[in-house]
């Protein structure tokens, strides 16, 4: 059973960079044809994909996040890391991270496996 853990800070203050961290657990994250995304939920609207790297280490950005966003990952350590830069109150939300078998091209597929989530609020 693959499970997925997101880690980091709950508060984070205006115009600083927000970094997460997921950890995988029962399966590899260079696993072949495997994609590893995060995605966020705001306060009452739906679910938002930010971001994914691939298997081979690709990385695709939706387009409305992709001048604040970067994702890397430490093979080492089955994990995969989320920077957001530049945060304002708008970026409040619930993030999650997730993997899935293809790849997402303009927003959230179908999820095989997800985080809980972890509530990330920006206020100074």
């Known amino acids: 059973q693959v499970q997925l853990r997101e880690s980091g800070p709950g508060l984070v203050k205006p115009s600083q960079t927000l970094s997460l961290t997921c950890t995988v657990a029962g399966g590899s994250i260079t696993s072949n044809y495997y994609y590893c995304s995060w995605v966020r939920q705001p306060p009452g609207e739906a679910l938002e994909w930010m971001g994914t790297i691939s298997y081979s280490g690709n990385t695709y950005y939706s387009p409305s996040l992709k001048s604040r966003t970067s994702i890397s990952r430490d093979t080492a350590k089955n994990q995969f890391t989320l920077q957001l830069s530049s945060v304002t109150p708008e970026d409040t939300a619930v993030y999650f991270c997730?993997?899935?078998?293809?790849?997402?091209?303009?927003?959230?597929?179908?999820?095989?496996?997800r985080g809980q989530g972890t509530q990330v609020t920006v206020s100074s």
């Open positions: 997730a993997r899935h078998g293809s790849r997402w091209y303009n927003g959230p597929g179908k999820i095989d496996y």
